[in-house]
């Protein structure tokens, strides 16, 4: 069993950053991908970034201003995000990809006021 959670959210102005962690307890070595998703209020869940074996991928809404990142660590990964926008508002999850099956943090919310 693998249960990430997510730490770094708050409140930050437009134009600021923050830094979101995820860490993941349980089947540690099993870990293959990891990524960040958010949720706006009366939206969808939606793609932020992910980090695999062959790189990383992100939103075409967050590219030059977001970076993903995993820790020493293999259980660990980070995301730097500058330049926020009101329109990042949005609670964050990770997802922890391991041994085929997928697992969700409970969230961490950032709001970035205007």
């Known amino acids: 069993q693998v249960q990430p959670v997510e730490s770094g959210g708050g409140l930050v102005q437009a134009g600021g950053s923050l830094r979101l962690s995820c860490a993941a307890s349980?089947?540690?070595?099993?870990?293959?991908?990891m990524g960040w998703y958010r949720q706006a209020p009366g939206k969808q869940r939606e793609l932020v970034a992910t980090?695999?074996?062959?790189?990383?991928n992100y939103a075409d809404s967050v590219k030059g201003r977001f970076t993903i990142s995993r820790g020493n660590a293999k259980n660990t990964m980070y995301l730097q995000m500058n330049s926020l926008k009101p329109e990042d508002t949005a609670v964050y999850y990770c997802?922890?990809?391991?041994?085929?099956?997928?697992?969700w943090g409970k969230g961490t919310l950032v709001t970035v006021s205007s």
């Open positions: 997802k922890v990809v391991a041994v085929g099956t997928i697992y």
């Open positions: 349980g089947i540690i070595f099993s870990i293959n991908d």
């Open positions: 980090i695999t074996s062959s790189g990383t």
